[in-house]
């Protein structure tokens, strides 16, 4: 095997691997910054075969930075919709932004200056240097994480400052300096196609013999993570009003999960609802009194598992009289319900609409 004098026998063996076993993936046939800072927003959070879509759909729209900064927000969330985490999409749009009024439309090449940038933190930071501008400064993702922690057997949780640090550091040291968006895309995709979370292919490992986590037989002990976060769980009520061929969409505008997507007008409880319990709250007589005749069907239960928050949410449809003048509810907006579907939503809502 070819050897760099300055490399460790990881990073070697590491970099050997990556040339066998590297994905070929759009974002990978490239070094221009704004495509591998699009990639790497998208795979935050994002399964590669899902996130690999979305990549190409928004480069066919937003070739360069500039076309993204002149977009509409709604154009980019609708684009966004269905990957979660909206707060990505806009902080992506606000950075190309910053990108054509304090960089003149050129993706600065500075770890200072991406890392001052929206939404970009010191991962995307790292990646985006390494990858577009040859920086040799390390990531630490998820998967780089657990390969390391296994590979030192390191005992902090990963979730402390001390964990972090001893993994970052051991990072940045085993980095190649002459190639290390190579390294650090091997080391991310070796945790995710080798070092994995559950099944480990510790069998044929190449990085066995320097494994202490192996030789130990701990490997499942590694990375320790003794955070648990609870799950905080929240009742949602949502009003389908239909109206002739009219229907209403409010925009999510306070700070919370969602942030400027529409939904159906919305009530929100503490605790869970039967129709006949929701029917005395002072919200639903602000939404429903004076109106004559009103037919409501309840269509739909569903829970939605979000990372730290699971949403118990009723679907009703409320059929209002075509010529009543109904004032909008809660800042909502009535539109042709042909239109629906033109709206960036919630993929909850997005459940609801595409059964409806
Ligand atoms: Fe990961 Fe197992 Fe290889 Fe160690 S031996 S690096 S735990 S796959």
Redesign the pocket.
Known sequence: MEKSADHTPITTHLLNWYKEHKRQLPWRETSDAYSIWISEVILQQTRIAQGEDYFLRFMERFPNVQMLAEAEEEEVLKLWQGLGYYSRARNMHAAAKQIVGRFDGTFPNAYSDILSLKGVGEYTAAAISSIAFNEPRAVVDGNVQR?IA??FAIESSIHTSAGKKSIAEIAQSLIAEESPGSYNQALMDFGSM??TPTQ???TD?L??DY?A??AENR?IDFPVNNRKVPIKKRYFNYFHIVQGNSTFLQKRVMSDIWKNLYEFPLIETLSAMDFTQLEQTIEFSDLFSGIPSLTIDHLLTLKHQLTHQLIHTNFYRVIIPENYLFASPLNAIKIDKEQLSSYPVSRLTDKYITII
């Open positions: 390969v296994r590979l080798v070092c480990p292919r510790c490992c990085l066995q494994c986590a192996y490997v």
